[in-house]
């Protein structure tokens, strides 16, 4: 269905018209100063006028390019049929370890050695993408957690949320604690059944609170 954001945007159409037509009575309005060659002058440009571009038709132009600038302003949209989104599934929220030993390139693959969050990505990745009819959520942490992608049916942003995420932004030690803290704060309002933590990190907890009294 074809609709206008701000429809009343087209009330402005007829403002041009309205500064031509105060323009031309302020124009016409006697003059109190008499230029003794204003009729040379009115000649001049006179032919300078009838040599260039008739007015009508740059009146006309203007007219369109306003037009088109009020179409634009007024934001059309394309509004298709709803597209009804999955009602039941689990709640993944994935909390994602990017504290600086995940840099270390001791995981191998293909006779080569990546550093273990290349690995992370690749594997989340392709796990997310499996995902249908779940809501998934994304957690990254380091010296502190924080919630990168609420859990949301969109799992293409998950993936693309996790594919940018930069090692040390979060800090360089690793509270896993508070990711766990911070999972069951988004997940606690989602049916028991449904909520899943899914962990993924190196080491040990080296910061924060401890995990066992945020579980």
């Known amino acids: 269905m074809f609709s206008w954001e701000w429809p009343w ?25 008499r230029v003794p060659f204003y009729a040379e002058l ?20 203007a007219g369109l390019v306003w037009l ?17 989104l999955p009602q039941e599934g689990r709640d993944l929220m994935l909390a994602v370890d990017i504290s600086r030993s995940m840099s270390e ?13 290349t690995v992370v ?13 779940d809501r998934i959520g994304l957690i990254l942490f380091g010296q502190q957690g924080y919630l990168q992608t609420p859990l949301t049916f969109d799992s293409r942003t998950v993936q693309v949320q996790l594919s940018e995420a930069q090692l040390g932004f979060a800090g ?3 509270a896993i604690g508070d990711a766990i803290g911070l999972s069951i704060k988004r997940l606690r309002d989602r049916p028991a059944e449904s909520r899943v933590l ?3 990190t190196d080491g040990a907890n080296t910061a924060g609170t401890d995990p066992r009294e945020a579980a």
């Open 105 to 117: 390139k001791d995981m191998q693959v293909n006779n080569g050695y990546v550093d273990r969050i």
């Open 9 to 33: 945007i087209f009330a402005l159409a007829p403002l041009p018209l309205l500064l031509r037509i105060l323009l031309s009575a302020r124009e016409r309005a006697p003059q109190a100063v």
């Open 68 to 84: 088109a600038l009020l179409t634009a302003a007024a934001r059309p949209m394309w509004t298709g049929e709803p597209v009804p």
């Open 121 to 133: 990505k690749a594997v989340v990745g392709d796990f997310i993408q499996q995902r249908i009819g």
């Open 172 to 174: 360089n030690a690793t």
């Open 42 to 61: 009115q000649a001049i440009s006179d032919a300078e006028t009838r040599s260039k571009t008739p007015t009508w038709m740059m009146g006309m132009l």
């Open 198 to 200: 899914i962990l993924l």
